[in-house]
């Protein structure tokens, strides 16, 4: 039996599981699990300064080492430690006085700068209406850029006036830009539109407001006022999906939809820009504005103020009205003219700031909305003014007008990165100028594609042209002047962007000093793949042949190479795995590159080395990759490889190439340690008796010869064989620190599968301990083998034996043969060291080799087989078997893709996971991924459908009838989901047709010719299209004609195929209930879609020392020691925040660790605090009906119930629940942990009858997925006897409960605590159930006058509910009082004493309370 928790100590029973929470449930650490971040200090801040979030001492304590040298952090734990300590730093206060407010006090810290008071000030509720001020000590102004510490005189205590400064034009549009947004601070319809980085929240509408204050309010389970009743659809069982409540309306609804009306207009005057002679008087500019009173008035902006003038619509008068009301701010001269506004101000301010500020702040990037509600258009000059102006970005925050944003890019990587200090502000840097050069190119690509934008080859067709806007160069996704011909043409071009995305990320990360890639975004919009790239200075100004000095422009035909770039991209080739290699050129000259040939090297005119053109950065997948007489390994050829795919461009993931060769590591190891081995044992016989020694000498040269043969296809076939065995171990054994220990176990179990040949020759220790100490009598080992069970990448590893660690074994010679044999067998480049590295231009069409590197192209070609095969052999396995064993449980599309990619799969493979699914013993515990991946299949070939049909409608830039847009994306719609089969195309009338005209135009279909090709389109003809699509690309049958038999064959649900086609194609329809199985009118007509949004990819960088800190925090909890495992987490929050700002993925997944362990140490209130910035950032940044985002509902009800608010913990189940059955339906294992939840809580509000519902569709649930005979199902069996019991129905709750007790019985035998305490609970029953019946039998037999023993029923306690809550979802609750904090603090140093006198952490406290959870948490591992 493996439990989830072996690998910890058994009083911290869940950490683990909290490490796997973290990462979204996936193994792959490296890219999900960073992530911390600090609450913004309560006044919130505006979306600049997010990054430096928090008034307080708090956020930039790190910054203090910058005095103390702060050392770097990649000395491991230890130097974090260190580091912990030096980054503690002391906060001051300082007093502020605001004209016409009351002095307060204001915590600050000495990194900040002054600019960050302002901007606390400008957020302020009192002080919020200034923005043209300056800060003064003692008379003095300070300075806006300098850091506090810097300031003469400013200690604790001191007073800084905001003194009023006079405006400039560019002051007067800063502040009416910033009343408009304290105006339009409640309206959602920024989120709605997807503007300024808003997104949606609904937390606050089922918690009423912020959770720490309801917490005091609602102390206490008063249940009668608790309405528990959910809606119906929401009930078990339900079949109704409806769309309304994805955006629920709360009371406060029409506040939110149409702001407290303070103004009916706010708008720039016709009258501006003001004359030369009135300048001269100091206007600066003109506004109009209309009051609710409907009084209409015309303001000057002047350098003094904002005052009445005396113009009207058609008279321009701009001397002062009587009285001029001069204000130096607007809000004071509107407080001034209108009652209402003064009210409604107020009333809108105190709503504003009563807001979590996690509502209010930006996200790094922004997220659409799949639906909307039909929101009114208003009047809004800053939104007219920056659509048709040209605000390029941000440049009323800097000097200038557009941004060099390839200046800025490669600057933020030049800065210095010596100390933890200047690593932070440099990763700071690097991540806000990513967001915003992101959402400059987001721009851009819309501007291109609605043809706003003019082609710098305008005279070109429209797919060829290409584009310059806001020093942003945009190109278009097709196959110009058939560069990607011999590729697979506009295919070829369409994959190109997205490998060269790949190779860019891959390239950033290894962030090489000196090697320079552009800024890179692909968007698609409308059908149309637009590249978005950063200008390397100069090049628009010379041909590319001039240009290139490494690499090649045509495919390698003409291949050029610099010594410069050489040595660069040889610091890059480690860690990415490029093998240096030779090519010939043009003149069958040997060129030598460190990169595929399209990857081309160029200086710019700023003296940087550039490289683009990425696309080749990772090796050819040979799966689908023709290539005439070459055979692949037999796994790839049974599973009918190779296959013909659209494009040559298939390459395989990093992650692919990452796992393989940490499986070739493993399989190196195991080979070297067991030869090493026989040599010991060899040495040992001869000495011991020279008979024996005769024997084992025959012996020995057996195991070369079948353990390394030469690398040819025999070597695959070994290889891939052990493979199977060793499967996802290898891959996994980097993080079994912070992955599950399931993994760890079924290492050690593969390594005994795999080495079966040790026993013939040697008696030494049993197999499955050779990986980690099976020789360590031999130095080699000593060195070498340990490495093997650390916890970070593989490089290291690598590293160290290339660095000659293990040169003073190989001295000796037969040691030295080992190792040749071992790097043989598994391919490695070099003789004396494992060492893999892939060459990217095998089998690239137009690339030569010289004919003496013609064993070493063997090679490499067998390698790029090996790694196609072990995809196939191990990794798509490895992903089922991991969701089979739960460890891996995606909800939707974007999850599974998630899944997929972590493992090195491409999507392309989705058909063959599906048959892989479809042929497993087990598919029925794997349904709810069949699903899942038949809905993605299915979403995804219509998304490629959509693509063309959208193409077909309109040209770039000549904005061909764009008016039938709505028309025809409704129609492609009805043809997907509508069961109407005649979905006819809805022409939309020409609203522009003049009455003279109309005759002649009467037959005129809108566009006329092709344009109208798309209403042509049936249900039929799609769903035929979409069926070829699933064969030609995935390989994979459909057995479907139309939406009707999808639903009925896979069990989809409509409502999930329109949220994930919607995602996809970045439609944003209108949120109503859609009947999609009217067979008499189709589901969707034009007014019902809302938007079309781009779908971005973006580079994504990452703050790696708040992640090392966070590591070293995981360690810490695993091996039990919260306290410290806390301290570092908070820590890592604090450095995540600082590089990150307030709003990130990884900090909200930090977040939820972190209230997991408060909750474990028994802080509830905090363990609420940091769940609800969890959930509140989840639905921010990543949706809000994401998976992940659903999972942080549950969380936060579990504490919720925990703090006594049983009200709230379930209206959040009933949320998560709801949202679970629209993103993928009631059948999923996930189900059956939430109605668990719901069900127990029900339980403890007496609502039985409703419990029971829940918990028996959890136990069907359960039974499903995780076997009948699993613990998981006897735990079930268990609630449901509990509420029988409280119903009374012993007979019921006996037999529930009788079925537990079998499984704890067979599963974990009678001893244990478990079954003991099932057979108790069986005992009461029957004593209840007898007392009962005697009762029933005094009643018959004497009627009214029996003299009735009172029954005890009693109602569950709350803690009692609470235990089991916390056992279902992992967690074992430890109450901490004084009296446990002394105990746990023994028991830490205990633990320390017993690690130093050498004792395993298994040897502890055997008999633990904890030890339940152990087992608990066994389930599907069990059966």
């Known amino acids: 039996m493996v439990s989830k928790t072996d690998d910890i100590p058994v009083s911290v029973p869940n950490c683990n599981v909290n490490t796997v929470d973290l990462a979204g449930e996936t193994p792959d650490r490296k890219e999900t699990t960073k992530a911390p971040h600090k609450d913004p200090c309560a006044c919130g801040h505006s979306a600049d300064t997010a990054v430096m979030n928090g008034g307080g001492a708090h956020d930039h304590s790190e910054e203090e080492s910058k005095q103390n040298g702060g050392g770097d952090t990649d000395g491991g734990e230890d130097s974090n430690e260190q580091e912990v300590i030096v980054i503690q730093d002391t906060g001051f206060t300082v007093k502020i006085q605001a004209p016409g407010a009351e002095p307060f006090d204001l915590q600050v810290s000495p990194q900040e700068m002054v600019q960050e008071i302002h901007q606390v000030l400008m957020d302020r509720e009192d002080t919020c209406h200034r923005t043209c001020f300056s800060l003064q000590l003692d008379g003095n102004v300070l300075d806006n850029f300098a850091e506090l510490k810097s300031i003469e005189g400013l200690q604790e205590g001191s007073l800084l006036k905001v003194v009023e400064e006079p405006y400039t034009v560019r002051e007067a549009r800063i502040h009416v830009r910033h009343i408009r947004d304290l105006l339009k601070s409640l309206d959602p319809s ?19 407001g912020d959770l720490g204050d309801s917490g005091k309010r609602k102390k206490g389970s008063d249940l009668e006022q608790i309405d528990c009743t959910p809606p119906e659809h929401i009930l078990p069982g339900s079949k109704e999906r409806p769309l309304l409540p994805l955006q629920p309306q709360n009371k406060d609804w029409k506040v939110i939809m149409m702001p407290m009306q303070c103004l009916k207009v706010l708008t720039m005057s016709g009258w501006n820009p003001p004359p030369g002679n009135r300048k001269m008087h100091g206007d600066l500019m003109y506004l109009y504005m209309v009051t609710v009173e409907e009084r209409h008035i015309s303001i000057t902006a002047s350098t003094r103020g904002f005052y009445l003038n005396q113009s009207t619509t058609y008279t321009f008068n701009p001397k002062p009205a009587n009285p001029s009301f001069l204000s130096h701010s607007l809000v004071e001269l509107l407080s001034q003219i209108s009652p209402a506004f003064k009210k409604n101000f107020t009333a809108l301010q105190k709503k504003r700031v009563q807001r979590h500020p996690f509502e209010r702040i930006a996200t790094p990037f922004q997220v659409y909305s799949w639906t909307a509600p039909q929101v009114d258009h208003t009047m809004d000059c800053v939104r007219a003014e920056d659509a048709y102006t040209s605000r390029l970005g941000y440049e009323e925050h800097i000097p200038g007008q557009t941004r060099d944003w390839n200046e800025e890019l490669q600057t933020t990587r030049e800065l210095a990165r010596k100390n933890l200090p200047e690593r932070l502000l440099r990763e700071r840097a690097i991540f806000k100028v990513h967001s915003d050069f992101a959402a400059a190119a987001t721009r851009g690509s819309v501007a291109v594609i609605d043809g ?77 793949r637009v590249t978005a790239q950063s200008i390397i200075p100069g090049i628009l100004e010379r041909e590319q042949e001039q240009s290139v000095i490494y690499g090649s422009i045509d495919f390698g035909k003409t291949v050029v190479s610099h010594g410069k770039y050489l040595e660069l ?13 030779d090519v010939l050129n043009e003149k069958d000259e040997s060129v030598e590159l460190c990169s595929s040939v399209e990857c081309k090297g160029i200086i710019g005119n700023d003296g940087r080395h550039y490289i683009l053109d990425l696309l080749r950065t990772f090796p050819p997948d040979l799966n689908f990759l023709p290539v005439e007489g070459e055979e692949l390994s037999p796994e790839s050829v049974r599973q009918g490889f190779p296959r013909q795919h659209r494009h040559r461009l298939a390459c395989l993931r990093q992650e692919l190439i990452e796992a393989f060769v940490e499986h070739r590591y493993l399989l190196f190891m195991k080979m070297a340690a067991l030869q090493l081995m026989q040599q010991k044992a060899n040495k040992e016989s001869k000495m011991a008796a020279l008979t024996e020694n005769s024997s084992t000498e025959a012996d020995i040269p057996a195991l070369p010869s079948t353990e390394t043969p030469d690398a040819s296809a025999e070597s695959s076939e070994t290889s891939t064989e052990t493979l199977t065995d060793g499967k996802s171990d290898a891959v996994q054994t980097e993080t079994t620190s912070t992955s599950d220990a399931p993994r760890a176990a079924a290492t050690e179990a593969t390594t005994t599968e795999a080495a079966p040949k040790a026993e013939p020759t040697t008696d030494s220790p049993s197999a499955a301990t050779t990986t980690t100490n099976a020789s360590q009598a031999t130095p080699t080992e000593d060195n070498v083998i340990p490495m093997v069970t650390t916890n970070g990448p593989l490089l290291p590893i690598a590293t160290a034996i290339q660095n000659g660690e293990c040169e003073s074994p190989l001295e000796d010679p037969k040691s030295r043969e080992v190792v040749l044999n071992a790097c043989k067998a598994v391919g490695s480049i070099s003789n004396t060291s494992f060492d893999i590295r892939f060459n990217p231009d095998i089998f690239s069409p137009g690339v030569r080799f010289p004919e003496d590197s013609a064993d070493d192209i063997q090679k ?15 990794q798509i396995p490895s992903l089922v078997k991991d969701c089979l064993d ?18 090195g799969i491409n999507i392309r493979y989705l058909g063959n996971v599906l048959e892989f699914v479809d042929k497993t013993p087990a598919k029925a515990q794997l349904e709810h991924f069949y699903r899942i991946g038949i809905s993605e299949l299915i979403t995804r070939c219509a998304k490629h459908i959509f693509k063309t049909y959208l193409q077909t409608m309109y040209s770039v830039s000549q904005g061909v009838e764009l008016s039938a847009l709505s028309a025809a994306v409704s129609h492609f719609l009805n043809c997907f989901l509508s069961s109407f089969p005649d979905a006819v195309a809805h022409l939309p009338a020409d609203e522009l047709v003049s009455r003279r005209k109309n005759r002649k135009r009467r037959n005129r279909v809108p566009g006329g010719g092709d344009n109208t090709a798309w209403a042509s389109l049936t249900p039929s003809e799609l769903w035929k299209n979409i069926v070829s699509e699933a064969q030609s690309y995935y390989h994979f049958t459909l057995y479907c004609e139309n939406a009707d038999q999808v639903v009925e064959k896979y069990g989809l649900q409509k409502i999930t195929l329109l949220r994930e086609i919607s995602i996809k194609a970045g439609i944003q329809i209108l949120i109503k209930e859609y009947n999609f199985d009217s067979r008499h009118k189709p589901a969707f007509t034009e007014e019902d879609i809302l938007n079309i949004f781009p779908v971005v990819k973006h580079v994504n960088p990452k703050a790696s020392d708040a992640f090392h800190f966070f590591q070293s925090g995981q360690a810490k909890v695993q091996q039990g020691y919260l306290k410290e495992g806390c301290e570092l987490i908070n820590e890592a929050l604090n450095l995540f925040n600082n590089v990150y700002g307030a709003m990130h993925v990884e900090i909200c997944a930090c977040l939820r660790l972190l209230s997991r362990l408060n909750y474990i140490m028994g802080d509830h209130h905090e363990a609420l605090s940091n769940q609800q910035k969890a959930v509140l950032m989840s639905e921010r940044v990543l949706g809000i009906e994401h998976p992940n985002t659903i999972q942080e509902y549950m969380h936060l009800a579990l504490y919720c119930f925990a703090n006594g608010q049983l009200s709230t913990a379930l209206k959040l189940l009933y949320r998560a629940r709801y949202l679970m059955l629209m993103v993928c339906g009631e059948d999923h294992p996930e ?17 039985y009858d409703l419990s029971l519902r829940f918990l028996e569709n959890a136990l069907a649930l359960n039974s499903k997925y995780h076997l009948p005979r699993s613990l ?16 009374a129905d012993f007979r019921s709750a006996l037999q ?9 019985k067979n599963q974990v035998g009678e001893a244990h605590e478990k079954t003991k305490e099932s057979s108790e609970y069986l005992k009461y029953l029957t004593q209840q159930a007898v007392a009962l019946q005697r009762t029933m039998n005094e009643i018959y037999k004497n009627g009214s006058n029996a003299s009735i023993m009172p029954l005890k029923f009693t109602a569950p306690s709350m803690a009692s509910v609470l235990e089991q809550l916390n056992i279902i979802n992992g967690i074992i609750f430890i109450p901490l009082s004084q009296k446990d904090l002394e105990n746990l603090k023994a028991e830490v140093q205990r633990r320390q004493l017993l690690q130093e006198s050498g004792k395993s952490m298994e040897e502890l406290t055997v008999d633990s309370p904890l030890e339940l959870e152990d087992k608990i948490s066994m389930d599907v591992n069990v059966d």
């Not at 991209?569 to 290699?581: A, W």
């Not at 739960?886 to 493992?903: F, I």
Request: charged share 20%; glycine share 8%; net charge negative.
């Open 190 to 208: 920024d989120a709605y539109n997807g503007v300024d980085c808003n997104s949606l929240s609904f937390l606050s509408v089922f918690t009423d």
């Open 452 to 528: 706003n934008v003019m082609a710098i080859n305008p005279g070109e067709e429209t797919r060829m042209q290409m584009f310059i806007w806001n020093n942003i160069f945009f190109s278009l996704g097709f196959d110009v002047r058939d560069h990607y011909r011999e590729l697979g043409g506009d295919a070829a071009a369409h994959a190109a962007p997205t490998n060269d995305l790949n190779g860019v990320r891959a390239y950033g990360a290894v962030d090489v000093e000196g090697l320079y890639t552009l800024g890179t975004v692909v968007v698609d919009y409308r059908g149309y």
């Open 569 to 581: 991209l040889e610091k890059t080739s480690r860690p990415l795995k490029v093998q240096r290699h």
């Open 860 to 874: 490499q070609k067998q390698l790029l087989k090996d790694a196609a095969a072990f995809l196939m052999s191990c």
């Open 886 to 903: 739960h460890s891996a449980l995606p909800m939707d599309g974007a999850t599974l893709t998630e899944a997929l990619h972590q493992r």
């Open 1231 to 1247: 189900m059956a942990l939430l109605d668990s939840n719901i069900g127990l809580v029900l339980h403890g509000v007496m609502e």
């Open 1272 to 1287: 998981k199902v006897a735990l079930s069996h268990h609630l449901v006897a509990r509420v029988y019991e409280s119903k």
């Open 1296 to 1304: 529930h409960e009788k079925e537990g007790y079998t499984i704890y």
